[in-house]
């Protein structure tokens, strides 16, 4: 628990005081305790492989929410009746059922097929009322950042880590950089906080927030609903950070009051008193501050193959040739051959073949009413444009739902959109719902990556209501064209409140404020000896060949594509590195990629000189393939935050170096030359005698992967400090203790039916 502290702290600073349970390290590193934690069936069935390996159960059943959303198909459930028998594709099904018997065995809250609160994660959460303003909130999934729109520090974690959660409540970390992204003024009409984010990426870059915490402050984001505030903090990893996050406000509290999860009576108002206290001190420090005008900013549409790749709709596709510095010229240039553009083209006259809206960033009732407007605003009869195919996904049954009754689904559906059931659809393509190759689409999503929405897809990335201009017009159009059109008498929009989808019926029954003994959650008292066996392979000195690679911003997605994520295992993955890279796809046969060739078909080393390696998604799978295929050791000028964290949680060492030395070991790589990488020395050693090359490590980390340690065991043997934790925390923040989440279901309007 925190001593009272003088100086003025951040909000970020807050909520990390609150949450340190045990100091491990001299150098900052902590154990932090998790409140809320969401599983999902893509990141965790090695983790609870891993805890019914060593026997342990899940710590805090009572803080763990679980749903599928990344697998499952969005057409019609009207005949569903397993998941055995609704889901075809034999992987995706497995990864399904597998959670399925999860849940059971570890006895977790889950929100399955035939429930309506199914739907995507980081939907669900906030919707529930389960993400609460300063908590601590987990997920596999790196789009977790969306919770810290409530004033939570919310963040992704690899598989190691949800495992490592489920067993202990807590996690290993090290405090990150407070940085402010302030964005004051009125922004112009037309502008949605869509365009607020993509802009504010496309100033910073996708590495911009990289060790950082976000914080957005400044009128901008005071003005938003949490709806808007929530697709702004999403991004935030899109721009590199660990977290983003706005403080809480009345906005916060309004749409929390009364959610099925939140807190109720006299603890409502314990919660609000210390949800109060949930902001930046004046004088607060800052290490980085970014300032934006609100009126700079106009509908903002993404050109290229990373989210800081954006453009004014009322701009250009960027020439190369104009670019002076090689790395970024020669990224431009492959961003553009794979998304079939030419420098100077009209953004306007960019022509699609389909529109998605939905995904974690753009699927609420707010993104799915302004796309609406503008289907509306296009004329009564207006339907979608000959040459598109559109789709509307819905991000929970319960948005679905409430989108139902305020009629939103027949203004898409009777101008020619398809309606769906909730997932994360073709965001990923996880499930059927991908793009077919060279196929162009405007998409509410947040990643833009080669292949991301199916292999050769090119995908722009928009607002819901810019999706729903170009859906009509059949090209990427500015949405203010639409703007001005008097809609308030029409008879097809009527407004529902939220809480109207979030009835009795769905309430747990009120609980008492502390519960008897008997009723407490299951948290285990006998916990595994601390000496279990570390699975954690020893990282000392690694020496081979290495293989240069000249890319900027390489994406974990690029690393490894989304069909490779359907495993239930750890290993098997060597073929599937850098797939689209290395496989020709329409013959299937190798490329000439530089892992396909001899002698770098043999790398223990990867040498990378573009910044910012493994940014985007949390998955672990990224480090496991490049293990499999026998690389142990990534040097780079930079790395994301997970990615890095996932590497060392697999024995494997990620080494940053300046740029410089990045390209001088580049050069030795390219000359067939092998390098040395010493962990205990800290050293890169390079062959015919040239000086080796310092590099720094956490000390920590070092000590682990020196000696293969197990996280998981050495943070068992701080339980008593766990136990101690918990107790001030029932105490002092009673709400936190998760009553109410045992799995009480909804009951279905139609119990017979599975339409929902
Ligand atoms: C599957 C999961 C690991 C991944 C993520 O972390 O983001 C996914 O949600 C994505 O959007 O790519
Ligand atoms: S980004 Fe897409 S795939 Fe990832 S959680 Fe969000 S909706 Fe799902």
């Known amino acids: 628990m925190p001593s009272s502290v003088s100086k003025p702290r951040t909000l970020y600073d807050k909520i990390w005081d609150d949450h340190v349970v045990d100091i491990q390290q001299d150098d900052g590193l902590a154990l932090i305790y998790i409140d809320r934690h969401l599983v999902h069936e893509v990141t965790s069935p090695q983790a609870f492989e891993g805890l ?152 910073i870059g996708t590495a911009g927030g990289t060790g950082s915490v976000i914080e957005y402050a400044g009128s901008v984001f005071r003005g938003f609903s949490m709806e808007a505030r929530m697709s702004v903090c999403n991004m935030s990893i899109e721009a590199g950070a660990r977290a983003g996050m706005i403080a809480p406000d009345d906005i916060t509290f309004n749409y929390l009051r009364s959610r099925p999860l939140a807190p109720k009576g006299e603890i409502w108002d314990r919660a609000l008193a210390y949800w109060k206290t949930l902001n930046s001190d004046e004088g607060a420090h800052f290490d980085v501050e970014i300032n934006i005008r609100a009126e700079d900013i106009i509908p903002t549409v993404t050109w290229g193959t990373s989210p800081q790749d954006v453009a004014p709709i009322t701009g250009v596709v960027p020439d190369p040739a104009l670019i002076t510095d090689p790395v970024r010229r020669s990224s431009v240039e492959r961003s553009l051959t794979y998304m079939g553009l030419t420098p100077n083209t009209r953004m306007e006259d960019i022509v699609l073949d389909k529109v998605f809206i939905g995904s974690c960033t753009n699927s609420r009732i707010e993104d799915l009413r302004s796309a609406a407007m503008i289907v509306l605003a296009v004329g009564p009869e207006a339907r979608v444009a000959p040459n598109v195919d559109a789709m509307v996904v819905p991000g929970s049954g319960i948005v679905k739902q409430h989108a139902e009754v305020e009629g939103l689904d027949v203004i898409f559906k009777r101008a020619g959109f398809d309606w769906r059931e909730a997932g994360c659809s073709m965001c990923l393509g996880m499930n059927p719902d991908q793009l077919a190759p060279g196929e162009r689409c ?93 699975g954690v392979a020893k990282f000392n000195i690694v020496s081979g060949i290495a293989a240069p690679l000249n890319i900027d911003n390489v994406d974990t997605d690029m690393i490894i594509p989304k069909q490779f994520l359907k495993t239930l295992k750890r290993s098997g993955l060597a073929n599937a590195l850098f797939y689209t890279l290395r496989k020709d796809p329409h013959t299937g046969k190798d490329t000439d990629f530089v892992l396909n060739r001899a002698p770098y078909n043999q790398a223990k080393i990867l040498v990378c000189t573009g910044k910012n390696f493994g940014c985007g998604s949390s998955r672990e799978h990224a480090p496991w393939s490049l293990n499999d295929f026998g690389i142990r050791c990534i040097i780079a000028p930079s790395f994301a935050d997970i990615f890095r964290n996932n590497t060392m949680q697999n024995g494997m ?59 998981i065991a050495l943070t068992l043997q701080k339980v008593a400090a766990i136990e101690k934790f918990e107790q001030q925390r029932s105490e002092r923040w009673a709400w936190l203790d998760g009553f109410g989440y045992k799995g009480k279901k909804i009951p279905l309007r139609n119990p017979g039916t599975m339409d929902w």
């Open 52 to 203: 019914r390996n060593a026997g342990r159960p899940v710590r805090r059943p009572d803080c763990t929410l679980a749903t599928l959303d990344h697998n499952v198909p969005t057409h019609s459930r009207k005949n569903f009746s397993s998941v055995q028998s609704f889901i075809n594709e034999p992987d995706s099904r497995a990864q399904c059922i597998a959670l399925e018997e999860n849940v059971k065995e570890f006895g977790l809250t889950y929100f399955g097929m035939t429930d309506r609160r199914q739907g995507i994660v980081h939907i669900i959460g906030p919707e529930q009322g389960f993400t609460l303003p300063g908590i601590t909130c987990v997920c596999g999934d790196s789009h977790t950042s969306t919770h810290g729109a409530f004033g939570s520090l919310a963040f992704g974690i690899g598989t190691s880590e949800v495992e490592h959660v489920l067993a202990t409540q807590t996690l290993l970390q090290k405090k990150a950089k407070n940085m402010r992204i302030t964005v004051d003024g009125e922004l112009h009409e037309g502008v949605t906080s869509k365009d607020v984010i993509l802009y504010i990426i496309g100033v």
């Open 442 to 534: 405007a998409s509410t999503s947040n990643r833009n990556f080669e292949g991301r929405q199916g292999a050769g897809g090119r995908t722009h990335l928009v607002s819901p209501a810019m999706a729903a201009a170009a859906a009509m017009t059949g090209r990427l159009t500015d949405v203010r064209k639409f703007l001005g059109v008097d809609l308030s008498s029409s008879a097809n929009l009527k407004v529902a409140s939220a809480f109207d989808f979030l009835t009795d019926a769905v309430l747990p029954p009120p609980k008492p404020e502390k519960r008897p003994e008997s009723e407490a959650s299951p948290i285990p008292r006998t916990l595994p000896p601390a000496e279990t066996p570390s």
């Open 653 to 711: 060492l990620p080494v940053t170096l300046t740029d410089e030395e990045c390209r001088a070991v580049a050069e030795d790589a390219e000359r067939g030359l092998e390098l040395e990488v010493d962990l205990e020395k800290e050293q890169v050693r390079r062959a015919n005698g040239k000086p080796p090359i310092s590099f720094t490590t956490d000390p920590f980390r070092r000590h682990c992967l020196l000696n293969g340690l197990d996280d």
